[in-house]
């Protein structure tokens, strides 16, 4: 009985003796192995000072600094810490602040408001100048809870490209919500621009300093020898494609101006210049305390500078569309390279329905056809794609159209690295059936016969425009425009993202696009634009006027060139500057000049200054008419040109 009992307190102690040997281990763990109890028992005695990254710079194609970094400081605060006999009245004269305001700036709704609180962190006061810095820094030690924090701002030394450079701002709270920790309140975050888009390349990686505090809040060493300690990581230094001396000389031809231009490298998608105007200086955007009343000033202004014109204006593309129009046509087998329309100075679209064409040489082919861009000839042709499968059924043929468009990159939007791009516009058979319902007639070929030369309900951004000079200069493919080129770690080059080294090809044969290129070749060489021709640069291109029924008509171009060996393809858009042979060819013709030969030739600077000085922001109205809300939107409108330029 005796040796039972024995076996069963033996047993027991065993029981006892594993428990307190796991109970041991398991204190070990906590506190010799595992710091991370240790750590929090020490939180009181420490503080985390985060250590921001330095910025991604950006640079243009060529090298040349666009964005920099600057230092700003802010002063931080933990409440628990500051000393309530310290002196505040030496605190706020070294800062150059009021009693008041440090009262309001230290005391927080620490209750209620959850961004806040009393043993963490927060910004006391935000971008102080290095001046008002380096006199407090000497008295900081007096004041227990304070440390400055150091932080980069942007410069920008290229006063130019403002809209593609973009600016930073403050996070907001839903940026802190969405970003899963890694921004916190008072951070900046890219608001617009290459700034906005490369967000995550640019911003780089915080770093973070543990540090150990006296019972004064004085910093007193490294908190575990500095183990927990992590050094920020830059972000990566961006090469863009602009060039900015061409982006600068594109904007001075823009100046007291309302439109866009979009310059690209037709064999890479690369984006040149891209030019909204009005435009502004992007240093206005610098954090400092006078940027509120600037962003105010540039939000009120009535041209609506903050607006990017070059990728979010949808305009009624005019006659240039008529390039698109052959392509689509001979790819669907409603006209061939051949096909001729006798052209008499006029269109019968119906018995009452005439359209006027001016008198130029009978269109044999599709390329005289753009050469002289007839309207008859491109009238005559849209009415073939639509009813090419039977003029009772304009829906299938319209549909197709849309299809091939869309492959073109057209009525959708491209996929620029750019924020806010809009897809532009090209009405389907359900939008018509919409309009035009059956009850009330329907509609056929003839209701939408506008859209042949570029009016009426179609829409396209300045930057589709350019897409579409590059496809025909590269005989039927493109890469999606974009500003990424490369960017840099150190001394290692980091390739674009993968998707704008892929060639699209939108699947119509390279011959029609020959056919077209060779047209606007004969445009420029013998055709609507003879007066923008280039000695010794042959150029390819298509004017177009769009008609604006409440002022002067609108002016476009689009261009490549050279036409053998293309390194520039171009469309400009100015609002209220009437034919497109007026400015906007010209403009796209200084702009090819100086990119392929670095200067303007004697006989044509004339020209040039002409074009600078002239001042379209103000130009007085065909008629009286109500101004549009916003006055950027163009207008829709079904009726064509009175000149098929």
């Known amino acids: 009985m005796s040796s039972q009992y024995k076996e069963r307190q033996f047993t027991i102690l065993m029981v006892f003796g594993i428990a307190g040997l796991i109970l041991l281990l398991r204190a070990f763990y906590l506190q010799i192995w595992d710091s991370t109890f240790k750590v929090k028992a020490d939180a009181v005695a420490m503080s985390k000072y985060t250590r921001y990254p330095a910025r991604g710079l950006i640079y243009d194609r060529n090298g040349e600094l666009l964005i920099n970094n600057s230092p700003v400081y802010d002063l931080m605060v933990i409440y628990n810490q500051v000393k309530p006999t310290m002196d505040t009245l030496k605190f706020c ?351 056929r070929s003839p209701t939408i016969v506008s859209l042949g030369i570029g009016q009426g309900e179609m829409l396209l951004t300045t930057l589709q425009m350019a897409n579409t000079a590059a496809t025909i200069a590269n005989s039927g493919y493109y890469y999606i425009p974009h500003f990424a080129k490369a960017f840099k770690k150190g001394n290692q080059l980091v390739e674009k993202p993968e998707k704008y080294r892929q060639r699209i090809n939108p699947g119509i044969a390279p011959e029609y696009f020959e056919w077209v290129a060779e047209g606007m070749n004969l445009v420029v060489s013998a055709g609507t634009a003879r007066s923008v021709a280039i000695p010794d640069v042959p150029i390819a291109g298509k004017t177009g006027t769009v008609q604006n029924p409440h002022g002067e008509d609108h002016s476009t171009f689009i261009a490549f060139a050279p036409v053998n060996n293309p390194k520039i393809a171009i469309a400009v858009y100015v609002e209220n500057a009437g034919g497109g042979g007026r400015y906007a060819a010209p403009i796209a013709s200084f702009i090819i000049e100086k990119y392929i030969k670095g200067e303007i030739s004697e006989n044509r600077k004339w020209r040039e200054q002409q074009i600078k000085d002239t001042d379209l922001l103000n130009v007085q109205p065909k008629k009286l008419f109500v101004a549009p809300s916003n006055p950027v939107e163009p207008v829709e409108n079904t009726e064509e040109p009175d000149i098929n330029n």
């Open 93 to 443: 004269a070294l800062l150059g602040i009021s009693k008041a305001s440090f009262v309001e700036w230290l005391n927080k709704d620490f209750r209620h408001d959850k961004q806040y609180s009393k043993i963490k962190p927060y910004v006391f006061m935000s971008k102080i100048s290095p001046e008002v810095y380096a006199r407090f820094q000497e008295s900081l030690y007096e004041f227990p809870g304070f440390f400055v924090q150091v932080r980069n701002i942007r410069s920008y030394p290229a006063k130019n490209a403002a809209h593609v450079l973009g600016y930073i701002t403050e996070v907001t709270e839903d940026d802190i919500k969405k970003s899963g920790g890694q921004y916190v309140m008072g951070d900046y975050i890219g608001a617009s621009g290459l700034e906005s888009s490369y967000e995550k390349e640019l911003s780089g990686i915080k770093g973070a300093e543990y540090v150990l505090k006296d019972n004064l809040g004085r910093d007193v060493g490294k908190f575990q020898d500095g183990k927990l300690d992590t050094l920020p990581q830059s972000g990566l230094d961006m090469i863009s494609s602009l060039d900015i001396g061409l982006q600068a000389y594109a904007e001075e031809l823009m100046k007291n101006k309302i439109g866009g231009i979009v310059a690209i490298e037709p064999k890479t998608g690369e984006i040149l210049a891209f030019v909204s105007a009005p435009s502004y200086d992007p240093s206005l955007m610098v954090i400092d305390k006078d940027r509120g009343k600037a962003f105010l000033a540039l939000q009120n202004d009535p041209h609506k500078p903050l607006f990017n014109r070059a990728i979010m204006a949808e305009y009624p593309p005019g006659s240039i569309f008529k390039t698109v129009v052959a392509l689509v046509g001979m790819d669907m087998g409603a006209i061939t390279p051949q096909t001729s329309f006798n052209c008499p100075g006029y269109f019968v679209n119906s018995g009452s329905d005439i359209r006027k064409c001016r008198s130029h040489p009978h269109p044999s082919n599709v390329a005289i056809g753009l050469q002289w861009s007839c309207n008859t000839y491109f009238f005559s042709t849209f009415k073939a794609i639509a009813d090419r499968y039977g003029y009772t059924n304009p829906s299938a043929g319209l549909d197709t159209m849309a299809a091939r468009l869309s492959a073109l990159g057209l009525g959708r939007k491209l996929g620029v690295d750019f924020p806010g791009e809009k897809g532009g516009n090209m009405p389907s058979s359900r939008y018509y059936n919409k309009i035009y319902p059956r009850e009330k007639g329907s509609w």
